[in-house]
C-alpha cells in the first residue's frame, strides 16, 4: 500500500518490508519497496458535499462555483516533443531496418542521446499529469465529506479525432483513481453517477435545455435561472448522486444485513459497475444526517424545487 512520501525508509523496520524491486525509468533507476502497513486517515464530517463537472476548458467545475483550471501540460510541451521528434528522425540511418535502430547504442551515438531526451520529455509530461492528479482529488476529498461526479466512458470518448489529444492530456481516468482511492482512505462516499442529460437539464427547475457543446451559458427559458453550462452540470451531477446516496441509506435502515453485504448488491446497478461507494459504518449516521438536511433545505426554499 501507498506510504506518506515524507517518511523516510528507516522509520519501517525490515519485517515490514515484503518486496524490493529495481525499475529503470528514461531518467534513471528506482528502488522501490514494497512496505506491509495499514495506512488510516481522519475526517473531520462538516457537512460539505460537492458534485463536479469534469472538462477541457476547465480541469473541473463543482457545484460551488468553484473552477481548478486545466493544467494542459502535453499542450505546452507540444512544441519542444515535436523538436525531439525531429531530431530523433533525423538521427535515423536510412536503408536501415526499423529494429535495428533499436538495439542498445553507445552513449555517445546522436541517436541514443535524441531517442534519450525525447523519452525523458515524454516522462516529464506523465509525472506532471500523475502529480496534478494526486494533489487535486487529495485537496478535494479532505475538503468535503461527499463527492459526486460523472462516470464517463474514457475509452469510447478517446474515439473522437478532435478531442482525443486534450482528453487524454486532461487525464480524467486517473484524477478518478485517485479520488477513489482518498475516498476509501478518508473513508467518505465518492459516487459516480451516469452522465445522461446532466448539460442539458436545468438545475433549478429540472426542464431539458437542448444546447450544442458550442454552447457554454446554460439559459432556461422555463424559470430564467442563467449559470455557467459547466456549474450547472455540477449541480445536476451533485442531486443525482444525493438520490443515490438517499436510496442507499434508506434501504441500510430496512434491513440488517451487514453494511458492506448491502451495498456490494447496490451497486451491481449502477450505470457502468467500474466505481464504488466507500462508506464505513461509522460514516452511515453522518451520511444519513446530509441526505435529511438536504430535504429540510429544499422545503425551506421551495423555488429550488428538488436540486441544490
Not at 463536479?52 to 457545484?63: E, K, P, Q, R
Not at 531530431?87 to 541514443?112: A, F, L, M
Not at 461526479?149 to 470518448?157: F, G, M, Q, T
Not at 452522465?195 to 433549478?204: A, E, I, L, M, V
Request: aromatic share 8%; proline share 3%; charged share 25%.
Amino acid at each position: 500500500m501507498k506510504t506518506r512520501p515524507s517518511r523516510d525508509l528507516v522509520w519501517y523496520s525490515e519485517k515490514q518490508i515484503s518486496r524490493v524491486r529495481v525499475v529503470r525509468r528514461a531518467d534513471g533507476y528506482y528502488c522501490q519497496f514494497l512496505v506491509n502497513i495499514e495506512r488510516k486517515e481522519t475526517h473531520n464530517f462538516g457537512g460539505n458535499v460537492v458534485g463536479i463537472d469534469l472538462g477541457l476548458n476547465a480541469f473541473y467545475t463543482d457545484s460551488n462555483g468553484y473552477v481548478v483550471e486545466n493544467p494542459k501540460y502535453l499542450r505546452k510541451s507540444e512544441k519542444r516533443l515535436k523538436k525531439l521528434q525531429r531530431r530523433v528522425s533525423r538521427c535515423h540511418e536510412k536503408g536501415k531496418k526499423p529494429q535495428s535502430n533499436i538495439r542498445r547504442q553507445s552513449d555517445g551515438s546522436p541517436n541514443h542521446k535524441a531517442r534519450i531526451q525525447l523519452a525523458r520529455a515524454n516522462f516529464k509530461i506523465s509525472r506532471q499529469h500523475k502529480d496534478h492528479a494526486v494533489k487535486t482529488a487529495r485537496a478535494l476529498i479532505q475538503s468535503n465529506d461527499l463527492v459526486v461526479y460523472e462516470d464517463l466512458k474514457i475509452a469510447n470518448l478517446v474515439k473522437n479525432n478532435r478531442l482525443a489529444k486534450s482528453i487524454s492530456d486532461a487525464s480524467w481516468y486517473q484524477f478518478t483513481e485517485w479520488l477513489e482511492y482518498y475516498a476509501k482512505l478518508h473513508g467518505i462516499a465518492c459516487i459516480a453517477v451516469p452522465p445522461h442529460f446532466t448539460s442539458q437539464n436545468c438545475s433549478n427547475c429540472g426542464q431539458t435545455v437542448k444546447k450544442s457543446l458550442s454552447v457554454r451559458t446554460h439559459k432556461c427559458p422555463h424559470c430564467g435561472y442563467t449559470a455557467d453550462r459547466d456549474h450547472n452540470a455540477a449541480r445536476n451531477i451533485l442531486a443525482k448522486g444525493l438520490e443515490m446516496l438517499g436510496a442507499i441509506v434508506n434501504s441500510t435502515e430496512r434491513h440488517s444485513e451487514p453494511w458492506r453485504n448491502l451495498f456490494a448488491e447496490h451497486s451491481e446497478g449502477k450505470a457502468t459497475g467500474e466505481s464504488d461507494l466507500w462508506i464505513s459504518n461509522s460514516n452511515i449516521s453522518n451520511l444519513s444526517c446530509l441526505y435529511k438536511r438536504r430535504i429540510i433545505n429544499n422545503d425551506e426554499n421551495p423555488a429550488s424545487n428538488h436540486r441544490l
